[in-house]
């Protein structure tokens, strides 16, 4: 057999640091929850009936990912960038139909990640009915830390926080998660085969608001780690 040769040189295999461990985590695709935490499906204006909805996703390129720690610039097309602090979790293990029994046993582990979007252009094609892709699949906008291998535990508390500049904006806690890991997991292997590698980020509390060129952004999930970010100016 002959091997393929390409035109030019493919895209990396994208991926992330994994705590005491000299071996990265590979990315197979990232996965978005919409609402997910109450007080922020309220302050967007849309709240969430547990008891008549299902939860809803949305997806991002793994070509969007950036290490904790980075600084991007300020991106295109936007006058309004905002940050949504979230706890990432990371499948470690494939299912498709999963029970929520069944769940816990693809959990690889956790990360803090910073879902950061174009809200101006996201609320723009929220409210013509068009796709989210230019407010949600920005370039450099899915930031993760270091993956924490915690296998089949379900984070179901810890404070969430994250400030900018140091000036505290958003702070929870994953017990207010509207659907939890467990939920999250079997609802998502009903439309998806979940491979090794795919990232979940579960939503953000309230508190999300606008970065400008120079801010740094400082967040903790309790019992999982640290992020940062630094926003740069516009290219
Ligand atoms: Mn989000």
Same mark, same amino acid.
């Given at each position: ?28 695709? $990232? ?12 302050? %967007?204006?849309? /709240? ?7 939860? &809803?996703? &949305? ?7 950036? *290490? ?15 940050? *949504? ?10 299912? &498709?139909?999963?029970?929520e ?12 990640? $910073?879902? %950061? ?19 949600? +699949? ?11 291998? =915690? ?10 926080? =994250? ?9 929870? +806690? $994953?017990?207010?998660?509207?659907w939890n890991?467990p939920e999250l997991?079997a +609802? ?10 795919? $990232?979940?980020?579960?939503?953000? /509390?309230?508190?999300?608001? /606008? ?18 970010? +630094? ?5």
């Amino acid at each position: 057999m002959t091997a393929a040769t390409y035109l030019w040189t493919p895209p990396p295999v994208y991926s992330l640091p994994v705590r005491g461990r000299s071996e990265r985590l590979p990315i197979h695709r $990232l996965f978005f929850v919409g609402r997910n935490y109450h007080a922020h499906a309220v302050e %967007m204006g849309r /709240p969430v009936d547990k008891s008549a909805e299902v939860p &809803f996703y &949305f997806t991002k390129a793994p070509s969007t990912l950036v *290490e904790s720690g980075a600084t991007v610039a300020y991106p295109p097309g936007t006058a309004d960038y905002q940050h *949504e602090m979230e706890l990432v979790l990371a499948i470690g293990a494939p299912g &498709f139909r999963v029970s929520e029994a069944d769940a816990p046993g693809l959990i690889y582990g956790y990360a803090c990640g $910073l879902d %950061m979007t174009r809200r101006d252009l996201q609320l723009a094609a929220r409210e013509k009915g068009r796709p989210w892709d230019l407010g949600k +699949d920005v370039e450099q906008s899915s930031v993760v830390s270091e993956i924490v291998p =915690m296998p089949q535990a379900v984070l179901s508390q810890g404070a969430l926080s =994250m400030a900018v500049n140091g000036t505290v904006r958003q702070q929870s +806690d $994953l017990s207010k998660l509207i659907w939890n890991i467990p939920e999250l997991i079997a +609802d998502l292997s009903r439309y998806y085969h979940l491979q090794p590698g795919d $990232l979940v980020f579960t939503g953000t /509390p309230e508190g999300v608001g /606008p970065v400008q060129a120079g801010d740094r952004i400082e967040g903790r999930i309790e019992g999982v780690g640290t992020i940062a970010l +630094d926003i740069g100016p516009a290219e």
